[in-house]
């Protein structure tokens, strides 16, 4: 039967997937603008950094803060431009691909499904050609890229802010301040790539600038060492990376009779959407970029590099863990989600791998999250957790959801990292229960900044939170009385997950706030509130983490005028033929209200160990406790064991260091000292016995002989034929006449031979 691949355009010739047009506003069409100011910030800084007046931190932040004002007009311009093709049709270019591998085109078609408008702005430009495959550069712009684009910048910009009070007096001022824009020039470039090969090299380019700044206090070894752990766990990762890549690119060239390969995203995309590519192939592909979201994105059990990662500056722990390298793994995903649903069969399936993951990535983050000391711990296993959401809502067809919860969590994460960052910067430590303790009165703002943050992350109503958390849950399909009906399958078990997965954050979150905030203080010194550009960016985070949610209201709840509701996926979400064809669950009040109560539960049994039963504890032993000395790790031995599991995260870090890297140090070790021994060594030694061997002949048998004895020769011939000539030379003339006569008789004797 033959397969049908839909291709459009505004013009018939052009050769673009379905739903890519090469118009668009100037804003649109040029949005490599963006990116590049924040990479010239990092050129001028590093060169030029140090003869600023301010160490090249006011160039970094110009640089960013001009890009945040580009990306809000451009999301001005793709609100005008999505709302006025909401209603076109576009005439499309239908090209039959038959059994015999022949393409005919046929102009006849209109739209897809329907009359789908031309939405995406695409621009490329060839950057060289090889062996008849051009290879390009370009941008692709939709709803998602200009989301990224003001989420990456506005957080960026504020931690650029922040970083400027922060690192102040760092030995590194002018370096961290360039890596730092760069850091956010990769990512830019990351989320507007129009193709994957572009896509890897800035996803290679931000796993660098991570490597370099989480290791920005290098001459400490946890330092350096963390950041060789992120490196090298993504580089395993990355691996999945190329194959997939590689995979999808021969996949396409199979696919197009005229194509040898092709790294274009949309258009493997729309091929995959339209079931044109193997699926075995599809499946290979999936996992392979799967691999790479494990490691990038931190999910079970490539996760362990990202809670080391926090030995870097605080606000770069920000930047990673809301806007940059953590969530281009969810974005991947949500980019070539065309493959990922082929790949996986996500529709109408009841589990998958990648909703696998994700559902126990966030039940094994949050469980980890409980048992920290340091709060920029508890917030990383708290990022692992929540990036688990993402996936799973991926992985369950929920793809709106997702990048919602994506774009809310970047708020109320930064948030409550920074937030950190301020209280660490007063009490000089991170751990909670050694140096904090009772601050709420002496950092009000932090405190209430970072409750704001806590309740986001918890999810309960009217916060940010609780509105893409539900949405995750929603999309789940849900059963019976708690609805989610009408989704791309019945995910039960994902439902399961995300719900206890409320109920733990909720209850870390209740725990991080008692060690940090109640309680008597604990540390030394005395702590104050942190500076205006401290507290001004937590403030920005903190309003935006109450306001996010509002901007995807659910249709079902009706507690805003039609207008207003699901105003981010009408402008977020794909609807060309370049993204499958998803299904929408329906909103449910009773999920909701129960997921709701579930949360409430976390905080309520939290709340009442911590604020009650330590409090009580802590009041009869005149003391601030942290926890009771007879709690339940201590009475029980099934609690006692869990601890030591979690302490000990899972023997995660045991497995890597003490089986795998050991025990692939230990026969690579021996062979190379073998090779070492027996090949290298023996190799030299033979050459250099060779030498010897052939040096002694030389000089007894060709200098002393040979040499040395015709210079020795030479010499007593000369030496006797000097003696004779002594005796001829008597003075005497006719001597001297005699030996001429002779000679000329034996001359002219010769002559008369020859002759």
């Avoid at 649109?28 to 160490?55: D, E, H």
Wanted: proline letters at 3%; aromatic letters at 10%; charged letters at 10%.
């Amino acid at each position: 039967m033959d397969d049908l691949l839909l291709l459009a355009s505004t013009s018939a010739d052009a050769g673009l997937p379905l739903g890519i047009t090469l118009g668009g506003s100037w804003l649109l069409r040029n949005v490599w603008l963006i990116p590049l100011l924040p990479t010239l910030s990092f050129l001028g800084i590093l060169f030029f950094g140090k003869r600023m007046p301010r160490g090249g931190s006011e160039l970094g932040i110009a640089a960013v803060g001009i890009a945040f004002m580009l990306a809000l007009l451009t999301g001005v311009a793709w609100v005008d431009h999505r709302d006025s093709s909401h209603d076109e049709e576009v005439h499309v270019a239908v090209v039959v691909v038959d059994d015999h591998g022949v393409g005919h085109a046929d102009e006849s078609a209109e739209g897809h499904g329907g009359g789908h408008p031309s939405l995406a702005v695409q621009r490329t430009a060839t950057w060289f050609q090889a062996g008849g495959m051009a290879f390009t550069v370009g941008t692709l712009v939709d709803g998602l890229a200009v989301m990224m684009l003001l989420v990456v910048t506005i957080v960026s910009l504020l931690v650029h802010v922040y970083s400027t009070e922060y690192v102040r007096g760092d030995r590194r001022y002018t370096h961290f301040f360039a890596f730092l824009s760069l850091f956010s020039a990769s990512m830019l470039l990351l989320v507007v790539s129009e193709n994957t090969l572009q896509l890897l090299c800035a996803w290679e380019l931000v796993g660098v600038c991570s490597f370099v700044l989480i290791g920005h206090w290098w001459e400490e070894k946890p330092n350096s060492d963390a950041a060789l752990k992120a490196f090298l766990t993504n580089r395993v990762g990355d691996m999945g990376l190329l194959v997939g890549v590689s995979v999808l690119f021969f996949a396409v060239g199979s696919a197009l009779p005229d194509r040898f390969g092709s790294f274009s995203i949309a258009e493997t995309n729309a091929l995959a959407a339209s079931g044109t590519l193997s699926h075995t192939a599809l499946l290979v592909a999936s996992c392979g970029l799967m691999a790479a979201v494990m490691s990038k994105s931190g999910q079970f059990f490539l996760h362990t590099w990202l809670p080391d990662a926090m030995a870097g500056p605080t606000p770069v722990s920000a930047l990673i863990h809301a806007a940059t390298m953590v969530v281009a793994g969810v974005f991947m995903i949500a980019r070539m989600y065309g493959v990922f649903f082929e790949g996986f069969q996500i529709g109408g399936s009841s589990i998958n791998l990648m909703a696998f993951i994700g559902g126990l990535t966030t039940i094994v983050g949050a469980c980890l999250a409980f048992v920290q000391r340091d709060i920029k711990k508890v917030l990383a296993y708290s990022t692992i957790s929540q990036l688990g959401y993402m996936v799973m809502a991926l992985g369950v067809g929920a793809w709106t959801a997702a990048v919602f919860h994506l774009f809310t969590h970047a708020f109320f994460k930064a948030c409550l990292f920074l937030g950190s960052g301020s209280v660490a910067h007063a009490v000089h430590g991170f751990d909670m229960k050694s140096d904090m303790g009772g601050l709420r009165r002496r950092m009000p703002h932090t405190y209430r900044t970072f409750m704001i943050g806590t309740i986001a992350l918890a999810g309960l109503p009217p916060l940010a939170g609780f509105w893409s958390k539900d949405e995750i849950l929603v999309g789940t399909g849900g059963w019976g009385l708690l609805g989610g009906t009408g989704g791309n399958g019945a995910y039960t078990l994902m439902l399961g997950m995300g719900m206890l997965t409320a109920a733990l954050t909720a209850a870390y979150m209740t725990r991080c706030v008692y060690l940090t905030f109640f309680g008597e203080f604990r540390g030394h010194g005395e702590p104050h509130e942190s500076g205006r550009l401290i507290t001004v960016p937590l403030w920005i985070l903190a309003g935006l983490a109450i306001v996010a949610g509002f901007l995807n209201l659910p249709t079902g709840f009706q507690l805003a005028p039609g207008s207003l509701q699901e105003r981010f996926g009408h402008y977020v979400e794909p609807v060309a033929g370049y993204f499958p064809a998803i299904s929408h669950a329906t909103p449910s009040w009773s999920l909701a209200i129960v997921s709701t109560l579930v949360v409430v539960g976390g905080i309520a049994a939290a709340g009442y160990y911590y604020f009650v039963k330590v409090e009580a504890a802590s009041e009869a032993a005149g003391t601030s406790l942290t926890e009771l000395s007879d709690g339940p790790t201590t009475r029980y031995q099934l609690a006692r064991a869990g601890l030591t599991l979690l302490d000990n995260r899972y023997y995660l870090d045991h497995l890597y260091n003490g089986v795998v890297a050991d025990g692939t140090k230990g026969p690579v070790a021996r062979l190379a000292y073998r090779i070492d021994q027996q090949v290298i060594d023996r190799t030299v030694d033979v050459i250099g016995q060779t030498a010897v061997k052939t040096g002694t002949v030389v000089y007894d048998k060709v200098d002393q002989l040979v040499v040395d004895g015709a210079v020795n020769a030479t010499g007593l011939a000369s030496s006797g034929m000097g003696e004779e000539l002594r005796k001829v030379n008597s003075g005497k003339v006719q001597s001297y006449a005699a030996i001429l006569f002779a000679a000329a008789t034996v001359l002219a004797g010769l002559l008369i031979v020859i002759v």
